[in-house]
């Protein structure tokens, strides 16, 4: 009897522990899906948040005052620097004047590490919002500048329609907004890549012309020698506007990916005829 009593006790201790370990461990994956959920929800806020202060910040009276002030700080130093290490020449700047009250949309090629400061030298006294991958973004000293510089984060190709949201608003209160149609940035290169069709599908939609800006370099040499890799000489060649249309029953996109091969076509041929007159 005692044996067996012994047995029983044995037993019902060990599905005691059973049952208490199937408790505890129920108990752990809750709390870890709860922790998980919080983290989720935590991250979707703080999504919600940027992507809120990304839409409305960069028109908001104190970031267009702390613009304006950053403008005059970065702008004569943009100018200063583009003289010395790169000579550049503006061509056409005309083109810019006549829109310098009523916003377009700015295309160039993206081939220098600074190819957006000669774009900001272009433009001066006028400024330019920028859009770029939200990953640009995420050093907070690097983000805060760029966006004090105008720029605009976009998360991927699948924000392009909130970036017609806020490229509207910026249009409509007569500023410029410039795109890289090119995408990827390779330095010194001067062999125009394929262009994406975003800000031609941005273009159309929004009824606004394009205005290319060529950015033309080749390397600067003494006695046949070049000086220094950092020693270019470069000319920017700003284009005449170019207004989008559509043929008759032809689709947006159909005729953005029209366009954008015409403009990177045209964009190829200006480099050619800058190098021969440099």
């Avoid at 703080?46 to 700080?73: D, G, H, M, W």
Wanted: glycine share 8%; hydrophobic share 40%; charged share 20%.
């Amino acid at each position: 009897a005692a044996v067996l009593c012994s047995l029983s006790l044995s037993v019902v201790v060990s599905e005691s522990d059973d049952y208490l370990a199937g408790v505890r461990c129920q108990d752990r994956l809750w709390q870890r899906g709860a922790l998980e959920r919080t983290i989720g929800k935590m991250s979707t806020e703080a999504q919600l948040q940027t992507e809120k202060f990304a839409s409305v910040a960069n028109f908001s009276p104190f970031y267009r005052f702390c613009q304006a002030v950053f403008f005059l700080i970065y702008a004569p130093l943009v100018v200063i620097h583009n003289y010395i290490f790169f000579g550049i020449r503006i061509e056409g700047r005309e083109h810019l004047k006549r829109r310098s009250k009523q916003g377009c949309i700015l295309i160039s090629n993206h081939s220098l590490y600074l190819d957006p400061a000669v774009i900001i030298h272009t433009l001066i006294p006028n400024r330019a919002y920028y859009f770029a991958l939200k990953s640009h973004f995420s050093n907070p000293v690097g983000g805060g500048i760029l966006r004090l510089m105008g720029g605009i984060p976009i998360p991927g190709m699948t924000g392009m329609r909130r970036a017609e949201r806020t490229a509207s608003e910026a249009l409509n209160r007569g500023h410029h907004v410039h795109f890289f149609p090119e995408g990827e940035m390779k330095h010194l290169n001067q062999a125009v890549a394929p262009f994406q069709n975003g800000a031609f599908f941005m273009a159309l939609r929004l009824n606004v012309p394009i205005i290319p800006v060529t950015l033309v370099h080749r390397p600067r040499t003494l006695f046949g020698k070049q000086i220094s890799k950092h020693f270019i000489k470069v000319r920017c060649v700003v284009g005449e506007p170019l207004e989008l249309l559509r043929d008759e029953g032809e689709k947006v996109r159909d005729a953005a990916d029209r366009h954008a091969r015409q403009a990177h076509q045209t964009m190829a041929d200006t480099i050619i005829s800058g190098h021969q007159k440099m």
